[in-house]
């Protein structure tokens, strides 16, 4: 076959898959296929195997816009020629990629000798326009889509200059552009075609020299690239929107396993301090952190391998090593024949959202003082420990702990120093369990541990015993020496209880149980135990209503001066009508009144009926009569207790020496800066002060000179052994020469006998209580006393 034989270019249709469709009868002469023949071929048999990578890339390409290629092209017998393909791109009305058109003729065809005929032929069959100018730039043939574009007549053609289908500022390129076809044979420009209504149509001409009838000139063809344009912007519009966007965003190619990155925006840049160079042609997974978010990763790594989107969280690094939260959307994408090309990634940095929401956790679940687990998470811990302990048969000790004489230093001291001392507390228990333990602040002085996996309930002994040796160390508080001790309650699953509420409730009974036992010291629960929380809890609710109903009532012990022998005043005991158990005494009762707060209660009841008897004897003329009255820990510490005292006197008409209030020596020593401030109001006020119990507790000569107290009370352990020949007689003396040094009066209490009544005589104590003169009686019997003078008898 020779130039001249081949007049006409083969025509091939393709489907988006790169599959033959059909072909111009021209086909068989140039290619040796009939048109059955290469139906469903797919385009890549057209050309050597050493050129299919290449076809596939233009395939790709033009997808988008017409390329053409001067190639080696086989025939059906397998025979090579060199040709011209261009692959134009077909779209459906609806602007998809549906196809391909291939244009296909040998070299040669552009310098052939072509009748006009032949040319015009061709020329209408082409699917753009088509058209011939010589080398001044008029028009020699062109079809009839030409004339249909432009709205022009074939005259107005033939009399228009090629440069004048453009706006004047497109013109200069139209004819370089022309002038490079004449010169190097070929050239394309993408310019608007400017219509006589004025619209503008964006085309992508083709330019290639060839000789007409003996004349060199051009032969072209246009294709309407609206659709293309139209494309082409609104993929600018959305890479603009890409860069433009705060959240980083990544774009993969998917190749097999990996996902090489093709594109990052700035937002990327910003977020992991990697660039575009830095990251182009990696896989994202360089940035993962090792052994962190297995998990995710997996599922990742799955929904990657089966082509689908997801949405995940977990920790990236960036370039500067740091790390960070990246929440990972990624969808695919996927193109004509629905194959998934690419995948999108939107990265956005949540560290901040997750730091913020750990917080919150952790202020949800931890106490804010101490940090240690809040109630909360202990009730989770505790079942999880028990849930464990139930499935491998192992045992779990909860140990309820609770400061003994905390609230005495937050008082005096204030709730900042008492603060001080909580977290001091808190850093000991820590220290003293394992990472697999939990220590917990469930509220004020009280403390809770979760002892897990241990051997035996010897081990958990020793272990609270550590615990309880480490919070009695005394605590240095801004050059306080502050002495805290605990009471400690232990239950043991599963024995104790099979549940977490059970073993909470045990180990709270078996607290109380330290706390009656003399404090500082631990106790495990028994089932005994629960008995006599149940009988506390019992006494609690009949105590409260005792004082409602006035049940309660007093009885007095008088106080016999012993230089007059007679009754100067008397100390006012509570007592208990218990309407089942009979009269109760306050050994029974004060313990469970001072724990749950009753005793402010109680102690308003005594002052009023205390205030009453004053009142009632001031009647009777007995003004110099005055009652003392116990003072609990609790009322030491209440606000505004001295004024409160003195309101009440005042309403009953009494001057406020009539009262005298006592306290124990124990109560002074627990916080001696806040009882020298309390008794110093109280000794403003003129109410007199008793230190109850004197010598029993741990008071220093210097410190006893800083109390403002009136008088001291010997302790009775000591009056009953003073004829027994030991050093109570010895103690004695000494106490009483002591109060004597500072003048204070001195009072002996229980004073049951006459060899102990001549003996404090003797030496000179003031005055003295006990059954040698009267037992505690009530109010008619003290008053007939008061009455008839009754007075102390001596030898």
């Known amino acids: 076959m020779n130039q001249r034989e081949l007049s006409l270019p083969v025509v091939i249709t393709a489907d988006a898959a790169g599959k033959i469709e059909s072909c111009n009868p021209d086909c068989k002469a140039l290619l040796g296929y009939s048109a059955q023949a290469i139906s469903q071929l797919p385009v890549t048999r057209l050309f050597d195997p050493s050129l299919h990578d290449e076809i596939n890339h233009l395939l790709k390409v033009s997808r988008i816009a017409p390329d053409t290629l001067e190639t080696d092209l086989r025939r059906q017998d397998g025979s090579i020629f060199r040709t011209a393909v261009t692959f134009i791109p077909r779209f459906t009305s609806t602007h ?94 993408e310019a608007d075609l400017l219509l006589r209504d004025g619209t503008r149509i964006p085309y992508l001409f083709h330019d290639t020299r060839m000789v007409l009838d003996g004349s060199v000139c051009i032969c072209g063809m246009g ?33 097999g396993s990996e996902n090489p990155i093709v594109y990052v925006n700035p937002a990327f840049e910003e977020v992991t301090g990697y660039r575009q160079q830095e990251v182009a042609g990696r896989d994202p997974r360089f940035m993962h952190v090792l052994e962190a978010d297995d998990d995710v990763r997996t599922k990742l790594r799955e929904a990657l391998r089966e082509r689908h989107g997801i949405q995940v969280v977990f920790r990236n690094r960036k370039k500067s090593g740091e790390l960070f939260w990246n929440e990972l959307r990624i969808a695919p994408l996927s193109v004509a024949d629905g194959s998934i090309t690419h995948f999108i990634g939107v990265i956005t940095d949540v560290t901040k959202r997750r730091d913020y929401q750990a917080q919150l956790e952790h202020e949800a679940n931890h106490d804010p003082l101490t940090k240690l687990a809040n109630r909360t998470l202990l009730r989770d811990r505790l079942e999880q420990a028990v849930s464990f302990a139930r499935r491998h048969q192992r045992i779990v000790a909860t140990a309820f702990i609770d400061l003994d004489n905390f609230k005495p230093i937050n008082d005096a001291l204030g709730h900042a120093m008492g603060d001080t001392v909580l977290k001091a507390v808190a850093a000991r228990l820590k220290s003293c369990i394992r990472g697999s333990d939990t220590v917990a602040r469930i509220g004020g002085d009280e403390f809770v541990l979760i002892l897990v996996d241990e051997p035996g309930s010897e081990n958990v002994a020793d272990l609270v015993e550590r615990v309880r040796e480490s919070i009695a160390q005394p605590i240095l508080v801004n050059d306080h020496e502050l002495a805290v001790s605990a009471s400690i309650g232990v239950s043991v699953f599963p024995l104790d209880g099979d549940n977490p509420t059970a073993l909470m409730h045990a180990a709270d009974v078996a607290m109380y149980h330290a706390k009656t036992a003399g404090r500082n010291n631990c106790q495990f629960y028994s089932a005994d135990l629960n008995a006599a929380a149940r009988d506390r809890l019992d006494l609690e609710a009949s105590l409260r209503q005792a004082i409602e109903q006035g049940e309660l009532f007093l009885a007095y012990l008088p106080t016999v001066d012993l230089k007059s022998a007679r009754i100067i005043g008397a100390e006012a005991l509570v007592r208990w009508k218990h309407p089942t158990r009979g009269i109760l005494f306050p050994q029974s009762f004060i313990p469970v009144a001072e724990e749950s707060g009753l005793i402010v209660a109680l102690g308003e009841r005594v002052l009023s009926d205390a205030c009453a008897l004053l009142k009632h004897f001031n009647q009777l003329g007995l003004a110099d009569f005055t009652v003392s009255i116990n003072l609990s820990s609790r009322q030491f510490r209440q606000k505004n207790f001295v004024g409160h005292i003195a309101e009440k006197l005042g309403r009953a008409g009494l001057p406020i020496s009539r009262l005298a209030l006592e306290v124990t020596e124990t109560q002074l020593m627990n916080n001696p800066a806040c009882a020298i401030k309390v008794l110093s109001q109280l000794k403003e006020a003129g109410i007199g002060i008793s230190v109850d119990d004197f010598g029993s507790g741990y008071s220093s000569l210097r410190t006893l000179k800083e109390f403002p107290v009136d008088q001291i009370k010997i302790d009775r352990s000591f009056v009953h052994g003073l004829t027994s020949g030991g050093d109570e007689a010895t103690i004695t003396r000494a106490v009483i020469s002591l109060g004597h040094s500072l003048n204070l009066k001195v009072i002996a209490e229980g004073v049951e006998t006459i060899e102990q009544l001549e003996f404090l005589r003797a030496y000179q104590c003031d005055q003295i209580q006990g059954n040698y003169f009267s037992a505690p009686i009530p109010q008619a019997r003290l008053q007939e006393m008061v009455e008839t003078k009754t007075m102390l008898r001596f030898r």
């Open 96 to 189: 998809h990629f549906n196809g391909y058109l291939l244009l296909v003729g040998p070299v040669a065809l552009r310098n052939a000798n072509m009748h006009g005929e032949s040319i015009q032929e061709f020329a209408e069959a082409l699917p753009g326009m088509f058209y011939v100018i010589d080398q001044a730039g008029h028009f020699l043939l062109w079809n009839r889509r030409l004339e249909l574009v432009t709205q022009m007549t074939h005259a107005d053609v033939k009399a228009t200059h090629v440069a004048d289908f453009f706006d004047q500022r497109d013109k200069p390129a139209v004819e370089q552009k022309l002038r490079l076809a004449f010169d190097s044979g070929y050239s394309t420009l």
């Open 223 to 255: 294709l309407d690239i609206s659709e293309r344009r139209k494309y082409e912007e609104t993929l600018t519009l959305y890479e603009r929107a890409l860069h433009a966007s705060s959240d980083a965003i990544v774009i993969t190619r998917c190749e």
